[in-house]
């Protein structure tokens, strides 16, 4: 099953691609998660991943009707380094961000309702759909490798928006952050 935990600050020099695991942990549940932050959640079981009979129900309910493959490690992914610090800042997208790990593993950090980030590890066979407007970010653990399907509905808008002033008088987290609270 996914682990998720509420993570420790990162000091200067700190390496991303390490747990950063509060002291005592933290941890936090799927539903919490989902509670606290919109985030969806699904363990895909069957051998054929990508091909799941439950990947394709959620597929069809949600409108994802593009997918494409990304793999993300040194020597697969052009200037590894420069787009994994890319990958790691705070941003938000005007679309839900739909993630299915094939192979490897990763770590998705989101903002919860108080601004706090929760780390949520990613293996093979989780299906993530971080909300549109969620600051976010994603980092590859120490093993430098992930390998998963991105799903979208539409033609994918591959567009961040780093965290500014400007993000925050976005409709998409408006509707976001009105969502998460209640207020919608």
Request: negative net charge; charged residues 30%; contains cysteine.
């Amino acid at each position: 099953m996914v682990q998720a935990w509420y993570m420790a600050e990162l000091g200067p020099g700190d390496d991303q691609r390490l747990p950063h695991k509060t002291d005592p942990v933290q941890p936090i549940t799927m539903e919490e998660l989902s509670e606290r932050t919109g985030v969806l959640y699904w363990k895909v079981g069957d051998e054929d991943v990508e091909g799941s009979p439950l990947v394709e129900k959620i597929r069809a309910e949600r409108g994802y009707n593009y997918k494409d493959v990304i793999t993300v490690s040194p020597g697969r992914l052009d200037n590894f380094e420069a787009k994994i610090k890319m990958f790691f800042e705070e941003h938000l997208h005007a679309d839900e961000e739909i993630r299915l790990v094939l192979e490897g593993s990763g770590y998705f950090d989101v903002r919860d309702r108080h601004d706090r980030w929760v780390r949520v590890l990613v293996e093979r066979g989780d299906l993530l759909v971080l909300p549109a407007g969620i600051y976010h970010r994603f980092t590859c653990d120490d093993k430098d490798y992930i390998k998963a399907c991105r799903l979208f509905c539409g033609e994918p808008v591959w567009k961040a928006h780093n965290r500014s002033p400007e993000t925050e008088a976005m409709p998409e987290r408006g509707s976001y952050v009105q969502q998460l609270h209640g207020t919608a």
